[in-house]
């Protein structure tokens, strides 16, 4: 389902979508851990092995939690769900921020050979650290949240015709912040017995971009020679039923 070209009806309520709560944090997680190596060919990321790539707390399929609800407005469900994936996945990431260091993360990581940059305003690609870029991201996406000419919160005023491709763009960011911290950061949230929450958060994430047409293919996969770590995950979870092939 789409929802570009669509007009603006009354705002609804918070989407009803179980998000689960994050574990306690602990005390601490140890010294910052030194930077990922990238494995050898046969080097299976934890995220990607049994049982913990299957740990959830929804089981089923995630397409009944993403249906556009009866009565409701598909601009204001996709506004009101992205804020909610906002929200949950920075709540992770501060969970982690011990963890994602300059040192720890020199480089904005999404899979073995893969490393995302980010467009500066005269539009050159430059590389950051991991918490850089992060913060940059979570900070950008803040700031639209703030925008009523973006999100508005009153009744009467529409989306402007910009909104569903500023919202395809804020997904992308989204899914490299979760691209990311699987790749490096998994071990972490072993660590805090986060894995069901992790996983639930990100295939709801993931099926609600396909409904609505915001996770492009090349985007979760990558590049014959610079593949998305978690693109193996979506692959795996695709096979087993809990997302829409």
């Keep these: 389902m789409s929802f570009f070209g669509r007009n603006r009806a009354p705002r609804g309520k918070r989407s009803p979508t179980p998000t689960g709560n994050l574990p306690p944090r602990k005390d601490s997680m140890g010294p910052p851990p030194d930077p990922p190596s990238p494995g050898g060919a046969g080097?299976?990321?934890?995220?990607?092995?049994?049982?913990?790539?299957?740990?959830?707390?929804?089981?089923?399929?995630?397409?009944?939690?993403?249906m556009l609800p009866k009565y409701v407005d598909i601009m204001e469900w996709v506004a009101v769900n992205m804020f909610d994936f906002y929200t949950n996945l920075n709540e992770f990431y501060g969970v982690l921020t011990e963890c994602c260091t300059q040192h720890s993360c020199p480089t904005m990581s999404g899979g073995p050979t893969l490393n995302y940059t980010w467009a500066s305003q005269?539009?050159?690609?430059?590389?950051?650290?991991?918490?850089?870029?992060?913060?940059?991201?979570?900070?950008?996406?803040?700031?639209?949240?703030?925008?009523?000419?973006?999100?508005?919160?009153?009744?009467?005023?529409?989306?402007?015709?910009?909104?569903?491709?500023?919202?395809?763009?804020?997904?992308?960011?989204?899914?490299?912040?979760?691209?990311?911290?699987?790749?490096?950061?998994?071990?972490?949230?072993?660590?805090l017995?986060?894995?069901?929450?992790?996983?639930?958060l990100f295939a709801h994430f993931l099926a609600f971009g396909r409904e609505y047409e915001l996770l492009e293919v090349k985007d979760i996969k990558g590049d014959p020679s610079a593949p998305v770590g978690v693109g193996l995950l979506w692959e795996r979870w695709k096979d087993s039923g809990i997302l829409e092939a």
């Design 122 to 191: 005269g539009g050159k690609q430059v590389a950051l650290s991991a918490p850089t870029y992060i913060d940059s991201v979570m900070s950008s996406i803040q700031n639209l949240l703030d925008d009523e000419n973006v999100f508005p919160t009153k009744s009467n005023q529409a989306f402007h015709p910009s909104f569903p491709a500023t919202i395809k763009h804020v997904y992308r960011q989204l899914l490299r912040v979760f691209a990311h911290l699987y790749h490096a950061h998994f071990p972490q949230i072993l660590h």
């Design 193 to 200: 017995r986060a894995e069901p929450h992790f996983n639930s």
């Design 43 to 66: 080097t299976k990321p934890l995220y990607l092995s049994s049982p913990f790539a299957d740990a959830a707390l929804v089981k089923g399929n995630f397409k009944t939690i993403v």
